[in-house]
């Protein structure tokens, strides 16, 4: 099994930043994709970014792109969120994800990829 847990959410004013955190301990694959995903009230879980194992290779939802930055330590099997220039629109409650699979990068985006789930972290953007 695989564990996730994400860090790193709150409060803050729109334009400023979070750096949100997931870390994965437990059974470990030899290349999986992480991802990002946030659902708001009332609303279905959306793509936010994704990575392979590398780092080479990013995807971004077209809301966050030029904002938000994914990355990842695998010496730590730690995956970050970057987000910069919140804004209010950007209040959710985000998840990381884990594909053990390491499927290529037009399945990233489809929540149906990911086998693992972190139990979300909430981030509210004030006006």
């Known amino acids: 099994q695989v564990q996730l847990v994400e860090s790193g959410g709150g409060l803050v004013q729109a334009g400023g930043s979070l750096r949100l955190s997931c870390a994965a301990s437990g059974r470990t694959f030899s290349s999986y994709v992480m991802g990002w995903f946030r659902q708001a009230p009332g609303k279905e879980r959306e793509f936010v970014a994704a990575?392979?194992?590398?780092?080479?290779?990013?995807s971004y939802a077209d809301s966050v792109k030029g904002r938000f930055t994914i990355s990842r330590d695998n010496a730590k099997n730690t995956v970050y969120l970057q987000m910069n220039s919140l804004k209010p629109e950007d209040t959710a409650v985000y998840y990381c994800?884990?594909?053990?699979?390491?499927?290529?990068?037009?399945?990233?985006?489809?929540?149906?990829?990911?086998?693992?789930w972190g139990q979300g972290t909430q981030v509210t953007v004030s006006s």
């Open positions: 990575i392979n194992w590398s780092g080479g290779s990013t």
């Open positions: 994800a884990l594909d053990r699979g390491g499927s290529t990068i037009r399945r990233w985006s489809s929540r149906g990829t990911y086998d693992y």
